[in-house]
């Protein structure tokens, strides 16, 4: 629909909250999938408008008139008070509900006490905060970000999700993703062809789900229809599924009776069967974090490093990346007296060199090292030499472990 203007829009806008009023906007619920296991995980409510003869008129025909000027708000807060009274009627009969993403347009921001609303309608109908997920469309965080990144933060503060919509169907832009704190990463339909095939397709979804993953964002696949755009977006570890494979937009009766029968929406599969070798790679390296809680990645011909994962190890103040003779010497001063030097020359950086031009595979030493509480426990410190087949950097991985309880 083009830019309405004047009176056609107007009465547009007249009618629609003329429909609010005699209840003939009604909400309808498309369900949410756990990707791997098929199990229901939420339901984003949709906008329909029943006109008079009983047909149902889709909100591409009247959300644009609305957003045009900032009548959308009314609706936005229509379609939150609804979905509060279902949870509401569903909790007090079924003692069960599943949480419901609303959208919510950007002129939102210019509400003044939005937060302060927000929590006000949630509150009488006395509905968990975190039943309540926030859905904002991609292109309305472009401009002004920071006012937008502050909005977000007050809503998140509160307890209530949110989530960023339609992304990769605009001006998407990755530092967009990096300034704004969400919770959830919808990835718009856009971005799915009908079987995946296309290799620069693959490779685009690909690396939005990894760092989506990095940022550690939850994220939910739209527009999913084939069941090979399930077996790719299962092969990019993506989260949740929402698409018409699944299940369709649905009036609340059933859904409620969907969420009562809490079946999964596809028989579960076996996960080695389905899932790729990205998620298998995952897995190792959390069973690895396990028992090495201190992993760094260091490049000895560049004298860099990185850390790849740092999680209560004994002392909690360390670098994450830099000079890796920096980090051996910080790490040095955590150690005890007597055993300094022999870190400090073990991990030199000529004498790993030289250990690597002897063909060893790796070198160890076990120091003791002083904790965050002043205490030394025995850490073993292994560096593995490995190989990048782009480079020729002597590249190590060192793995820590603390062979005393903490
Ligand atoms: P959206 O928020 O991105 O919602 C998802 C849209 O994708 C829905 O369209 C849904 O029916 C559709 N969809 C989901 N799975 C599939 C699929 O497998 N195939 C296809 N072809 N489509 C699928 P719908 O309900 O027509 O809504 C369109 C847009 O209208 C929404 O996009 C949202 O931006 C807006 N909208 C709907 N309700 C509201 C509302 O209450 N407030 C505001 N501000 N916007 C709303
Ligand atoms: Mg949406
Ligand atoms: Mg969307």
Redesign the pocket.
């Known amino acids: 629909m083009g830019n309405l203007t004047g009176d056609n829009r107007e009465w547009l806008c007249r009618e629609v909250f003329r429909a609010m009023e005699e209840d003939k906007i009604k909400v309808?619920y498309?369900p949410q999938f756990d990707a791997l296991t098929g199990k229901l995980t939420g339901a984003?409510?949709?906008?329909r408008w029943i006109s008079e003869e009983g047909s149902v008129v889709?909100?591409?025909s009247f959300?644009p008139a609305l957003?045009q000027g900032d009548e959308?708000t009314q609706?936005?807060w229509h379609?939150l008070r609804k979905v509060c009274l279902f949870l509401k009627w569903q909790q007090e009969r079924d003692g069960h509900t599943v949480p419901i993403a609303?959208?919510?347009?950007r002129q939102h921001v210019k509400e003044e006490r939005f937060v302060s609303k927000l929590c006000e309608m949630v509150d009488t109908y006395g509905i968990p905060h975190n039943k309540i997920e926030i859905?904002i469309?991609e292109s309305a965080l472009v401009g002004q970000e920071e006012k937008i990144s502050d909005w977000i933060e007050g809503i998140r503060r509160q307890g209530f999700r949110v989530a960023i919509?339609?992304f990769g169907s605009g001006l998407s832009s990755l530092s967009l993703v990096k300034d704004i704190s969400a919770d959830v990463l919808?990835i718009d339909?856009s971005l799915l062809s009908h079987n995946c095939e296309d290799e620069k397709e693959r490779i685009v979804l690909e690396s939005i789900f990894y760092f989506a993953h990095r940022l550690k964002l939850t994220t939910v696949a739209?527009?999913?229809?084939t069941r090979e755009q399930l077996g790719f977006l299962r092969t990019c570890s993506c989260k949740e599924i929402?698409?018409?494979?699944f299940a369709?937009?649905m009036e609340q009766e059933a859904f409620a009776a969907l969420c009562r029968k809490g079946k999964a929406a596809a028989e579960q599969e076996d996960i080695l069967k389905i899932q790729a070798p990205s998620s298998a790679t995952q897995m190792l390296l959390d069973a690895v974090f396990i028992r090495y809680p201190l992993v760094i990645l260091a490049n000895l011909t560049r004298n860099s490093f990185y850390m790849m994962a740092y999680e209560d190890f004994t002392s909690h103040c360390c670098p994450s990346t830099g000079v890796f003779d920096e980090l051996i010497a910080h790490g040095a001063s955590t150690m005890h007296p007597e055993d300094r030097e022999l870190f400090r020359t073990t991990f030199q950086i000529e004498n790993l060199m030289a250990a690597h031009d002897r063909g060893e595979q790796w070198v160890s030493v076990v120091t003791r090292q002083m904790g965050d509480d002043g205490i030394y426990r025995r850490v073993e410190t292994t560096d593995y030499f490995v190989k990048n087949s782009s480079v020729d950097d002597v590249l190590v991985i060192a793995l820590c472990h603390n062979l005393d309880e903490r």
């Open positions: 309808y498309q984003e409510a949709l906008a889709m909100p591409g959300i957003e959308i609706l936005d379609m609303v959208n919510f347009s859905e469309t919509d339609d919808k339909k739209e527009g999913v229809e929402q698409g018409f494979l369709k937009p």
